[in-house]
C-alpha cells in the first residue's frame, strides 16, 4: 500500500513532468522558431526571477490579486449566505447577477480605465468583481441546501438569526464557499494577467505580453511556465487548507465505478 | 407555486436594474460625469439597436458566437467522453486525474501567447482557448456525477444481463445528466467571457475587437456596445440552456 500512497502523492509531479515531455517532443518535431523547446524555456526562467524589475512586478501583481481577492470574499459569503437563506434577498440580486456574470470582468477594464486612470485602483476592483460571483453563487447554493431541521432546532434553543447564520449556516455551507473560493482563486490569477495586458504598466502580465511583442519567445514561454506554476501552487495550498477545514464533509467520489 | 409569488420575485428582481439604470441616468444628468466617460443609457441603448441592423456588426456577432460554439462543443464532447471514461475505468482514472489537477488550476490566458505562436491568429487559436478554458468544469462536473451514481442501479442492469458498455450509455450518462448539464452551465458562462478575452488580445473581428477599438479611439458609447451584447448573447444562450434541461431532466424528481 505504501507504494500505491506514494505514487498517490507523486502522481501530479509526474503528470507535471509527462506534460514538460510532450512540450520538448513536441517542439523538437515542429522545429519552430517560435515554439521553444521546454529546457530553452526553463533555462530563461532564472534571468527573469534574478531581475529585480521582474520581481517588483510579481509583487505588484501579488498585491493586487491578494487585496482584490480577501475584499471580494469578505463581502461574497455574507451576500450569498443571505441571499440562499432569504427568498427576498435572493430575487432581488439573481437577476442583476444573471446580467453581470456573462460580462468578461476584465473587458471592463477598459472603461473602468477612463474613470479610475491606469493605477492599482482599477486593476484590483477588476479582480474584485472576477472572483465576488462565484463565491456568491457557491455560498448561495451552500446556503440554500443546509437542512431546515438545524435551523429550527436552533432557533428552539434559542439562537438569534444572526447567530444561526454564524453557527449554522456558515459551517454548513462552508464546503460549497470554498469550491466558490478555490474557483474565485484561479478566477483572481486570469483576471490579473488579462488586466495586466491591457494596462500594460507593471505585473507580470506585462513582462509576459511585452515579450510576446518583442518577439522574446523563450521568455513568453518561461513566463506561462511560472505563471502556470503559481496557478498550481496556489491551488495545492488553498486545497490543503481545505481539507483540513471540511474534512468531514469528504465528498465520496475518490473510488471510481466498479463494473463487476 | 402559485403566480403572486413568481410575479413579486419578478418586480423584486427587476428592481435593482431599474435602480442601476436610473443611477445611470442620474449620474449623467446630475452628478456632473462628462458624457465622454458614461453616456447616457438611452444613447448606448439606442448606439446599441442601431448598430444591431447593420450588417457588419452582425458579421462582427456571428464571428464571435462560431468561435464560442466551435470551442464549446469540443469541450462538451472531450469533457463528458473524458469525465465518464475516468469514472468508469481505474486506469484512464489513474491517467487522467493527475493531469486534470495539474492543468485545471492553469490560467489559460497565460496559455494564449503560445497558441497565438503555434496556431495562429485565425480563428483555431480562439477555439483552442474556448474549449482549453470551458473543458475542465464539465470533465469535473461529469466526473463527479457519474461517480455518485447509485451501484445499485448498475447492479440491477447488470442482472438483467445489459452489457457493460451499454450501462455506461444507458444508466450512468442519464444519471450523471443533472450534473453534467451544471457543468455545461458553468462553461457556457466561461466560454463567454473567454472568447470576448481573445478577441480582446488578437484579433481583427468579433465583439472584443469592437470593444479594443472603441477603447483606443477613446468612444465610450460603442465600448458600451460590445459588453452589453455579450452580456445579452450570455443570457440568451443560458436561457437556451436552461430549456434544453428542463427537457433533457424532465423524468427527473428535482431538478
Known amino acids: ?260 | 407555486m402559485n403566480a403572486r409569488p413568481l410575479i413579486s420575485d419578478l418586480v423584486l428582481g427587476l428592481a435593482p436594474l431599474a435602480l442601476l439604470a436610473a443611477l445611470w441616468q442620474a449620474l449623467v444628468s446630475f452628478g456632473g460625469v462628462p458624457v465622454t466617460l458614461l453616456p447616457p443609457p438611452g444613447q448606448v441603448f439606442g448606439r446599441m439597436l442601431q448598430q444591431l441592423l447593420t450588417l457588419s456588426f452582425q458579421q462582427e456577432i456571428a464571428a464571435t458566437i462560431f468561435r464560442l460554439f466551435a470551442g464549446f462543443s469540443i469541450a462538451v464532447i472531450l469533457g463528458v467522453s473524458l469525465g465518464l471514461a475516468a469514472a468508469a475505468s481505474p486506469p484512464i482514472n489513474a491517467v487522467v486525474r493527475p493531469i486534470v489537477r495539474v492543468l485545471a488550476p492553469l490560467p489559460k490566458v497565460a496559455l494564449y501567447p503560445a497558441l497565438l505562436l503555434l496556431v495562429g491568429f485565425g480563428h483555431e487559436s480562439k477555439i483552442v482557448l474556448v474549449a482549453a478554458d470551458a473543458l475542465f468544469p464539465i470533465l469535473l462536473s461529469t466526473y463527479y456525477g457519474a461517480s455518485i451514481v447509485e451501484q445499485k442501479l448498475i447492479w440491477s442492469a447488470m442482472a438483467a444481463g445489459t452489457p457493460p458498455r451499454e450501462i455506461l450509455f444507458r444508466v450512468v450518462l442519464p444519471a450523471a445528466a443533472p450534473s453534467i448539464l451544471t457543468g455545461c452551465r458553468i462553461g457556457l458562462v466561461i466560454s463567454c467571457i473567454v472568447v470576448f478575452l481573445a478577441e480582446m488580445i488578437a484579433s481583427t473581428d468579433g465583439l472584443g475587437h469592437l470593444l479594443v477599438m472603441a477603447a483606443r479611439t477613446f468612444h465610450a458609447v460603442d465600448m458600451f456596445v460590445p459588453l452589453i451584447t455579450i452580456s445579452l448573447l450570455g443570457l440568451i444562450l443560458n436561457g437556451l440552456l436552461e430549456a434544453a434541461r428542463s427537457y433533457l431532466l424532465r423524468g427527473f424528481p428535482e431538478v
Open chain 1, 1 to 260: 500500500m505504501s507504494v500505491g500512497t506514494l505514487f498517490k502523492h507523486l502522481a501530479p509531479f509526474l503528470a507535471c513532468l509527462g506534460l514538460l515531455v510532450v512540450w520538448q517532443a513536441a517542439s523538437l518535431v515542429l522545429h519552430n522558431d517560435s515554439f521553444p523547446t521546454a529546457i530553452e524555456a526553463i533555462r530563461a526562467i532564472p534571468s527573469i526571477l534574478g531581475d529585480k524589475e521582474a520581481l517588483f512586478n510579481f509583487a505588484a501583481s501579488l498585491r493586487r490579486m491578494a487585496i482584490g481577492f480577501g475584499a471580494a470574499v469578505v463581502v461574497s459569503i455574507p451576500l450569498g449566505l443571505l441571499m440562499g437563506r432569504s427568498r427576498h434577498v435572493a430575487s432581488f440580486f439573481n437577476p442583476l447577477l444573471m446580467v453581470i456574470y456573462p460580462v468578461p470582468k476584465a473587458a471592463l477594464m477598459p472603461i473602468i480605465m477612463m474613470w479610475l486612470g491606469v493605477g492599482d485602483v482599477a486593476k484590483t476592483l477588476v479582480i474584485f468583481l472576477g472572483v465576488s460571483l462565484p463565491v456568491i453563487y457557491h455560498s448561495f447554493e451552500g446556503a440554500k441546501a443546509v437542512e431546515e431541521k438545524m435551523l429550527w432546532s436552533g432557533a428552539a434553543m434559542g439562537l438569534s438569526s444572526l447567530q444561526r447564520m454564524i453557527r449554522i449556516v456558515l459551517p454548513a455551507a462552508l464546503p460549497d464557499i470554498l469550491t466558490g473560493c478555490r474557483t474565485g482563486l484561479v478566477l483572481a490569477l486570469i483576471t490579473m494577467i488579462t488586466s495586466e495586458m491591457i494596462a500594460r504598466q507593471s505585473g507580470a502580465g506585462n513582462i509576459l505580453f511585452n515579450a510576446l511583442d518583442m518577439g522574446q519567445y523563450d521568455t513568453v514561454f518561461a513566463m506561462i511556465v511560472v505563471v502556470g506554476a503559481m496557478g498550481i501552487v496556489f491551488d495545492a495550498l488553498f486545497e490543503a487548507l481545505r481539507t483540513r477545514l471540511v474534512r468531514w464533509s469528504e465528498p465520496p467520489f475518490e473510488i471510481p465505478l466498479s463494473f463487476s
